[in-house]
């Protein structure tokens, strides 16, 4: 961070050949079943308005394109990825810039302890960087946890213009809400999740400060304190039109507290939306084909509205005792 890297262009070559390295993912992401190893066949760390562009991964064996920990302005655009064997493009930061971090799913640091400063420790993470305009075709073809784009510990990432096809989990993945304020527009994302279950063409969850496997102690400390909600998110992530299709799963799925979206201007194909948990979403003039809205387990206080969508069968909500704010 103190001696960026500025300036540099990686363009026009071709990658193939490198090792696999689904043996070394080890390293969790917060509060999540995945692990990941950071690396890739390039490995992008410290750098400023650089860009890895018109490359072809051919068959990498792991992370095509990895953006690691501190970067400013690195665009991925204009690359073929051809069966990696794990993410096609991922930026992640390091969780020593998250306040009160907790790792798997059931982890959590009490409130009472809980740093209640908002916004990143440190600025070791990536933001405002891009990827645009590539094609990632049958990535994840060894590592299964894996997404043609992936987002954790990053904040103002914008993903466009991309086409993702023939993965095994999401073509575009969000992990967590630190620190948001992406832009995911105009991508096509399709055959999706063909290999597990429970997640999206696009996918996120939340599991931000706020997050607690008790759900009634996360209901409790919400209604006393709404503001924990924005204690990680420093921006509202907007995912505009997109095509998007999953037959198992959900086109669009926020899961397990996904907070601070605006969600317009997309056509669902047959998978539909859902909306788990979590606070402050809007999701208006979408299109959902064969399929409709899923509510889930909402809060009471979410401030969630869905509102001007065209849907073509009826709502699908599993436990929802309170329907947000319209």
């Not at 001696?3 to 071709?14: A, F, H």
């Not at 994840?140 to 990053?154: D, F, L, M, R, T």
């Not at 597990?196 to 996918?203: E, R």
Request: aromatic fraction near 10%; proline fraction near 4%.
């Amino acid at each position: 961070m103190a001696q960026p890297v500025k300036n540099i262009t990686v363009r026009g070559i071709t990658f193939t050949g490198n090792a696999r390295t689904f043996m070394k993912t080890r390293e969790p992401l917060l509060r999540s079943d995945w692990t990941i190893y950071r690396g890739g066949a390039v490995l992008v760390e410290g750098a400023e308005n650089s860009a890895v562009t018109n490359c072809f991964f051919d068959a990498v064996g792991g992370n095509a394109i990895f953006i690691n920990n501190y970067n400013r302005h690195v665009r991925a655009d204009s690359n073929l990825i051809y069966l990696a064997g794990a993410s096609g493009i991922a930026f992640v930061g390091n969780p020593d810039a998250v306040r009160s971090p907790a790792f798997e799913y059931n982890a959590f640091v009490p409130y009472t302890e809980m740093d209640m400063t908002p916004g990143p420790k440190s600025e070791d993470y990536p933001k405002d960087c891009s990827a645009s305009d590539n094609l990632i075709q049958f990535s994840g073809e060894i590592e299964k946890q894996s997404a043609g784009v992936q987002i954790s510990i990053a904040a103002k990432i914008r993903v466009a213009h991309n086409t993702i096809h023939n993965v095994p989990r999401a073509g575009i993945n969000v992990s967590e809400g630190t620190f948001g304020g992406h832009l995911i527009e105009r991508n096509d994302v399709y055959n999706t999740v063909l290999e597990t279950g429970d997640h999206g063409a696009f996918n996120s969850w939340g599991r931000d400060r706020f997050w607690h496997p008790n759900r009634r102690a996360m209901d409790s400390a919400t209604i006393n304190n709404l503001a924990l909600t924005q204690l990680d998110i420093t921006g509202t992530t907007i995912i505009r039109e997109n095509r998007f299709r999953c037959d198992h799963g959900w086109d669009i799925d926020l899961d397990d507290g996904s907070s601070y979206y605006d969600i317009y201007d997309n056509v669902c194909l047959n998978g539909g939306l859902k909306l788990r948990e979590g606070f402050f979403r809007r999701v208006h003039h979408n299109l959902m084909i064969n399929n409709t809205f899923h509510p889930h387990v909402w809060f009471a206080n979410s401030n969630d509205e869905f509102t001007a969508n065209v849907v073509t069968t009826d709502y699908k909500p599993i436990q929802v005792k309170s329907w947000g704010k319209k």
